[in-house]
């Protein structure tokens, strides 16, 4: 995030020099959703991910029962909803008015939620997590390294209980963790050393007061919070909501404060927010932290349960749920950073996840929807227009282009020659991963484990 304040900082959360790595362009044209015409009333539409959002919302509400999910098609940019098998057809011809392409499937939506709360009570180890995933129409568990012996044991039987056809098991790369070490990097002292997390999205608090949101698990581990290693703190912990739920309101102490709604992708380019959207299945989104910089991906899940190792107690296990799951990669530092959507979406709060940013893996986030429900705070300082702050030089990237590649610079800061966001650097950071996760049906251990990002 770009993070101004007037009249003391120009930038009140700096990058602290972590240019993007990898994939560092970003924002492809935006393809418009087409225009329906009277001939072909029940064609599948075109749209941008977030009319496929607001689509997907407007049709889980109108179909009731009988919606199963949904996700975005990124490469024919349709929106694909499930509905259950019956005598359906006057629901199938509602969905595919409004534009969607509709698909019958066999699970519906209760009967994945009676099954997620079937793992709950019988699987939440450290180490698992699941979530649903429409394409499928199961729930995705995954497991790392430390879910060995009784407890994998447990796992592959509880899935077992549920029926064919309605869940799957995988082993991840990596450890599930929360990745706490440091958008913008912010830093913070506590008994036991010095922590980092990322600033997610500047927000105004519901005593309009300015704020920023970031991940809970940060939150409760330090309560000031400063924009320089060594520095003063310059923003205190309000609320703080870990687990359970991964996010946290941090206030900045000086209420004349001003900020901005953008991402601070490196090389002195920010991308617009403009609002906090729902996530949708097969989108592609962008994660910015200050650890890794800029990485893209797609997400893969949603209502995903995590149960993470507890960091107080040996023997414990912190659930989070309602997150987000992607195949986008992450490390520790990263936590609380922005993922958005490349049309200026806010979409969620990095928590923790599997892998690393050169083997791949999983990583998960929380809603920033939710978060800002909780809190009651607003994006940005809640007047349009406002916090462009004095003395800027921070160029606002156009939504219809791509980042400059960080390595094409004459020195002064000028950029050229843009590149795919989908595409690596030719050093194995890229974003897009395939062969993470190994199917274990024959109970196969990988050698890794689950962890979040401290």
Same mark, same amino acid.
């Given at each position: ?44 539409? &075109? /749209? ?43 629901? $199938? ?8 392409? @509709?698909?019958? $499937? ?17 699987? *939440? $180890?450290?180490? &698992? ?6 394409? =499928? ?8 390294? !430390? $879910? *060995?012996?009784?407890?994998?044991? *447990? ?18 790369? %990596? ?11 912010? /830093? ?20 309009? =007061?300015?704020? /920023? ?46 900020? +901005? !709604? ?7 380019? &920010? ?20 650890? +890794? ?11 995903? &349960? ?40 806010? @979409? ?16 998960? /986030? ?6 800002? =429900? ?7 300082? %809640? ?10 030089? *921070? ?16 020195? +002064? ?28 049906? =024959?109970?196969?251990?990988? %050698?890794? !484990? ?5």
């Amino acid at each position: 995030m770009s993070h101004k304040r007037i009249p003391k900082r120009k930038a009140a959360i700096a990058i602290g020099g972590v240019a993007a790595l990898g994939a560092a362009a970003i924002l492809l044209p935006n393809a418009n959703a087409s225009q329906d015409n009277s001939a072909g009333a029940a064609t599948p539409k &075109t /749209f941008k991910a977030t009319g496929a959002s607001d689509l997907s919302s407007q049709l889980a509400g109108l179909l009731g029962d009988a919606f199963a999910g949904s996700y975005y098609d990124s490469a024919t940019q349709q929106l694909v909803v499930n509905v259950i098998s019956g005598d359906n057809d006057k629901v $199938v011809v509602q969905a595919e008015k409004a534009g969607a392409k @509709v698909r019958k $499937v066999q699970n519906s939506t209760a009967e994945l939620t009676a099954a997620a709360k079937v793992l709950k009570t019988k699987a *939440t $180890v450290p180490g &698992t997590a699941w979530s649903v995933d429409p394409k =499928t129409n199961k729930i995705q568990v995954l497991a790392d390294s !430390s $879910v *060995t012996g009784a407890k994998w044991d *447990t796992v592959l039987s509880t899935v077992k209980s549920l029926g064919t056809n309605m869940a799957t098991v995988k082993k991840t790369a %990596g450890s599930f963790k929360t990745l706490v070490s440091g958008g913008d990097a912010i /830093f913070a002292q506590t008994d036991q050393g010095g922590v980092r997390c990322s600033l997610g999205f500047n927000v105004t608090a519901s005593d309009g =007061t300015p704020a /920023f949101l970031t991940a809970g698990h940060c939150g409760v581990a330090a309560k000031q919070w400063s924009d320089s290693q060594d520095g003063q703190p310059i923003a205190t912990v309000d609320q703080a909501t870990f687990p359970g739920n991964d996010f946290s309101l941090v206030k900045y102490d000086d209420p004349a404060t001003q900020t +901005t !709604s953008d991402v601070n992708v490196g090389n002195g380019q &920010t991308v617009q927010i403009t609002q906090a959207e729902d996530a949708t299945v097969g989108t592609q989104v962008f994660r910015m932290g200050s650890t +890794t910089g800029l990485h893209d991906g797609t997400v893969t899940g949603l209502d995903a &349960t995590v149960n993470f190792q507890s960091e107080t107690d040996p023997n414990g296990v912190d659930t989070v749920n309602g997150l987000i799951q992607t195949d986008v990669c992450a490390e520790a530092g990263d936590s609380g950073g922005s993922l958005f959507t490349q049309d200026g979406g806010a @979409v969620g709060l990095t928590s923790g996840g599997s892998g690393d940013c050169t083997s791949g893996g999983e990583t998960f /986030f929380q809603p920033v929807t939710a978060a800002l =429900t909780a809190t009651g705070a607003t994006l940005g300082d %809640g007047a349009a227009g406002a916090g462009a702050g004095v003395g800027d030089d *921070t160029a606002t990237a156009d939504p219809s282009a791509t980042a400059a590649d960080p390595s094409a610079t004459d020195g +002064t800061g000028d950029q050229s020659g843009a590149v795919d966001p989908s595409a690596t650097d030719g050093t194995g950071t890229g974003q897009d991963q395939s062969g993470t996760g190994q199917d274990t049906g =024959t109970g196969a251990d990988d %050698g890794s !484990s689950l962890t979040s990002n401290h």
